[in-house]
Nanobody, 125 residues
């Protein structure tokens, strides 16, 4: 089992920045991918960004490329998402997720075995 706890959400005006954190505990040695997903009301959960835990290879949704940066601190078992130039379309609940499966479907929510409780990000215009 892997436990994930997110923090860092909040309300910000358009153009602002936020940094999300996700603290992982438990069987973290089994983790291959970690990712941030988001879900807005009435919409499906979508990948924001993913990272391979050991190597640090990163993947981004087109909508956040150049604005968001995913990173991890392996020693602290913590995942981060630095979000800059936020706009109202970024408003959603953001979820941290972990997957032990190394297959290339990192963009699919079903790939992930463990999820955090979510943290709300609200961007006002």
């Amino acid at each position: 089992q892997v436990q994930l706890v997110e923090s860092g959400g909040g309300s910000v005006q358009a153009g602002g920045s936020l940094r999300l954190s996700c603290a992982a505990s438990g069987r973290t040695l089994s983790v291959y991918y970690m990712a941030w997903f988001r879900q807005a009301p009435g919409k499906e959960r979508e990948l924001v960004s993913a990272i391979t835990w050991n190597i640090g290879a990163t993947y981004y949704a087109e909508s956040v490329k150049g604005r968001f940066t995913i990173s991890r601190d392996v020693a602290r078992n913590t995942l981060y998402l630095q979000m800059n130039s936020l706009n109202p379309k970024d408003t959603a609940a953001y979820y941290c997720a972990a997957a032990s499966d190394s297959s290339y479907y990192y963009y699919r929510p079903g790939q992930y075995d463990y999820w955090g409780q979510g943290t709300q990000v609200t961007v006002s215009s």
